[in-house]
């Protein structure tokens, strides 16, 4: 079945938080308030997927001129600059039902070209050691361990220089 990605909207909130708690534990997933911010603030920084009108993906962010981004404010966009430097991925989710066949990796490549578009230089985003692989084959540096301790976990700083 064929992925439509489209730019977020406001409408989406339900659909997106039910993703979000599906895909991340609870602990992880960003709450309703802050995927409602960032539906209405940066929208040209959140992309859906959808197959057959439901939404089974989404990539969100922020932006910023800063280098670092582990700030648990910004993730309810407090210090977002729309025209700053920075893109940083806050989420990269697929409905479990969908995964491994390719969804990540085709929302990655449609968000470096909307990335492009709206004249950011660097992707960002942290993640856990076992994803930095996949990251690595989309395009991205490992900057090594991140200062960000959120949920006791360690998160490693990947970058994709546009
Ligand atoms: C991580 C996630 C986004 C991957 O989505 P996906 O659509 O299954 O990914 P793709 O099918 O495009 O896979 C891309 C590559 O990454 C690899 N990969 C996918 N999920 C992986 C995982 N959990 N661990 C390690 N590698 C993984 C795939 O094997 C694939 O590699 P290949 O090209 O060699 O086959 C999805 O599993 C998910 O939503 N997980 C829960 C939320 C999360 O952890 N998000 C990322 C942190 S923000």
Redesign the pocket.
């Known amino acids: 079945m064929e992925l439509k990605i489209r730019n977020g909207k406001v409408e989406d909130l339900e659909e997106s938080f039910i993703l979000e708690r599906r895909?991340?534990l609870e602990c992880e997933a960003a709450s309703k308030e802050n995927i409602k911010i960032r539906l209405s603030e940066f929208s040209d920084g959140f992309i859906v997927g959808e197959i057959g009108g439901k939404i089974v993906a989404h990539i969100n962010s922020g932006s910023t001129n800063k280098d670092d981004i582990t700030d648990e404010e910004f993730k309810g966009l407090i210090g977002h600059e729309s025209g700053g430097k920075n893109i940083v991925i806050f989420?990269?989710?697929?409905d479990p039902q969908?995964?491994?066949?390719?969804?990540?990796?085709e929302m990655m490549r449609e968000f470096i070209e909307v990335s492009k578009k709206i004249k950011k230089k660097n992707i960002l985003?942290l993640?856990k050691e076992?994803?930095i692989?996949?990251y690595e084959?989309m395009g991205y540096e490992n900057n090594g361990i991140s200062a960000s301790t959120h949920g006791n976990a360690v998160w490693y700083e990947m970058v994709y220089s546009l």
């Open positions: 895909t991340f989420s990269v989710a697929v969908y995964q491994k066949q390719g969804i990540a990796s985003l993640c076992n994803l692989g996949m084959k």
